[in-house]
């Protein structure tokens, strides 16, 4: 098992419009509206927390802010940081998905594709 622990933080100032226990596929879930980005409002769900989100429904998080630490709850086989992004809060369409990459700061584009191209093997075209 791997042992790391890696806590997971809010990509953007929001509001946690949802906060699930471990009870079904998804595991701990926070969903956060981020608000209107590029013209649509995003909801970012965030899944498989290893224990109950750090975030109570209807608190306000700031960008960065610690909400859980990453984990595999749910139907998840190993430990990762899942987002999804929608335009719609609920029931969360598959077809109003939205592309996580525009919300995410070059930093943290840097960090993602830097672990991948260490962990996978696998060349990012920057
Ligand atoms: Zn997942």
Do not use: C
Not at 51 to 57: H, I, Q, R, Y
Not at 65 to 88: A, C, E, P, V
């Amino acid at each position: 098992m791997q042992s790391w622990n890696y806590e997971i933080q809010a990509i953007k100032t929001g509001d946690v419009v949802d906060r699930a226990d471990n009870t079904d596929s998804r595991g701990y879930t926070v969903t956060i509206d981020h608000g209107y980005q590029n013209g649509k409002r995003v909801f970012a769900r965030y899944l498989h927390f290893d224990s109950a989100p750090l975030v109570a429904k209807f608190s306000t998080v700031s960008q960065y802010q610690r909400i859980g630490w990453m984990g595999s709850t749910g139907d998840s086989t190993g430990k990762h940081l899942h987002i999804d992004f929608n335009t719609y809060s609920s029931p969360y369409p598959n077809d109003n998905r939205y592309d996580p990459m525009t919300l995410l700061t070059q930093p943290h584009v840097n960090e993602i594709t830097d672990y991948w191209e260490k962990n996978s093997g696998y060349k990012y075209s920057k």
